[in-house]
T-cell receptor, first 113, second 115 residues
Framework: KNQVEQSPQSLIILEGKNCTLQ??????????LRWYKQDTGRGPVSLTI?????NTKSNGRYTATLDADTKQSSLHITASQLSDSASYIC????????????FGKGTTLSVSS | EAGVTQFPSHSVIEKGQTVTLRCDPI?????LYWYRRVMGKEIKFLLH????????ESGMPNNRFLAERTGGTYSTLKVQPAELEDSGVYFC?????????????FGPGTRLTVL
């Protein structure tokens, strides 16, 4: 069964601190892995997309890693800001076309001052 | 470039009633997707249009759900008759034609509450 598991479920950190969110997946056939940020009341917004051959990808203060052998990914947020408070969702796309998205439940991050 | 828009943002209906959700994709995006997030669960795929054709509707829960995309522009998702378990947030997403980036851009969602 295609599944995406994320940890932790929620996280509270102080502004300026770093944090790392984890994602494990069992999806076949694997096409790519995406991290989305979802603010309250908004739709998910893509942060990074990584294919099988990519180990790391950065987008500003966000850095995602992918280990296709162990089927694990992480999202590292550097120097957190209050605006980083959101749900971070790991999404794996399956199939040749990569259009079938399998979502994790997300990690809710709260950044406090 | 305008984003994906959805209407209404919220809908509260009684069990047995009918509700129609609308999604306007980004102009030029042939691919349109519907997803749903039930409280406490992950977002799940419902169906995928390529232009006006249903490419994949394997995620549709049952025949009370009907999606259309006449003319290949906006799409509607009708629930008739609505049941309590249909409550959740319905997201629409769109992406460019095949052969280009398949990044999906999401709308803000419609929160449906069935009482």
């Amino acid at each position: 069964k295609n599944q995406v598991e994320q940890s932790p479920q929620s996280l509270i950190i102080l502004e300026g601190k770093n944090c790392t969110l984890q994602c494990n997946y069992t999806v076949s056939p694997f096409s790519n892995l995406r991290w989305y940020k979802q603010d309250t009341g908004r739709g998910p917004v893509s942060l990074t997309i990584m294919t099988f051959s990519e180990n790391t990808k950065s987008n500003g203060r966000y850095t995602a890693t992918l280990d296709a052998d162990t089927k694990q990914s992480s999202l590292h947020i550097t120097a957190s800001q209050l605006s980083d408070s959101a749900s971070y969702i790991c999404v794996v796309s399956a199939g040749q076309a990569g259009t079938a998205l399998i979502f994790g439940k997300g990690t809710t991050l709260s950044v406090s001052s | 470039e305008a984003g994906v828009t959805q209407f209404p943002s919220h809908s509260v209906i009684e069990k047995g009633q009918t509700v129609t959700l609308r999604c306007d994709p980004i102009s030029g995006h042939d691919n349109l997707y519907w997803y749903r997030r039930v409280m406490g669960k992950e977002i799940k795929f419902l169906l995928h249009f390529v232009k006006e054709s249903k490419q994949d509707e394997s995620g549709m829960p049952n025949n009370r759900f009907l999606a259309e995309r006449t003319g290949g522009t906006y799409s509607t998702l009708k629930v008739q008759p609505a049941e309590l378990e249909d409550s959740g947030v319905y997201f629409c997403a769109s992406s460019r034609p095949a052969g280009t980036s398949n990044e999906q851009f999401f709308g803000p969602g419609t929160r449906l509450t069935v009482l």
